[in-house]
């Protein structure tokens, strides 16, 4: 009894693992850059170049402009050379499938290309690919603002990696 319960439990945790969403966030006006994976963690990319990762109950911060320290080798010591790994080169196909998993949930787009001309030619084309998820506007002012929320999920992607 005891063995076909702790059973259950682990196919019901990997099951809210593979179907538990993943979210990339792009929002230049409040400024987060974010992906986050909906209650286990998330990378959040600050306006200070400083990466916050959340895992569960971890947390850790990590500067990207941090100096990093190279140990010193001793003159005695050779360093040895390290031996390539194989390379992992997608073809065109998986490409197309696993860039077709994601679904875009949310796209706003208020752009200005500070150049009256490309404005006047694009304000058409914005006009025509508004959808109700998919807001797109030329501005005459200056002002560059996008607002991006991509969801995907990981059964769909490992789905496609043992596919394709």
Not at 65 to 89: G, I
Not at 101 to 127: E, G, H, M, R
Request: glycine share 2%; charged share 20%; hydrophobic share 45%.
């Amino acid at each position: 009894m005891l063995w076909l319960l702790f059973i259950l439990s682990f196919v019901v945790l990997i099951t809210w693992v593979l179907i538990t969403p993943l979210f990339l966030v792009i929002d230049t006006e409040t400024g987060e850059y974010s992906l986050k994976w909906q209650g286990i963690g998330a990378i959040y990319l600050t306006s200070d170049f400083h990466l916050n990762w959340r895992l569960l109950y971890w947390k850790k911060e990590y500067d990207l402009f941090a100096p990093k320290e190279k140990p010193l080798l001793p003159s005695t010591q050779k360093a040895t050379a390290s031996k390539k790994s194989p390379t992992w080169k997608p073809s065109l196909a998986k490409v197309k499938h696993l860039s077709r998993t994601f679904q875009v949930k949310t796209c706003s787009l208020n752009l200005d290309t500070d150049n009256y001309l490309w404005n006047a030619y694009l304000f058409p084309i914005f006009y025509f690919l508004n959808t109700s998820k998919r807001n797109l506007r030329i501005n005459f002012k200056g002002e560059f603002q996008c607002h991006l929320i991509v969801e995907n999920r990981l059964y769909r992607l490992l789905y496609v990696f043992l596919r394709y």
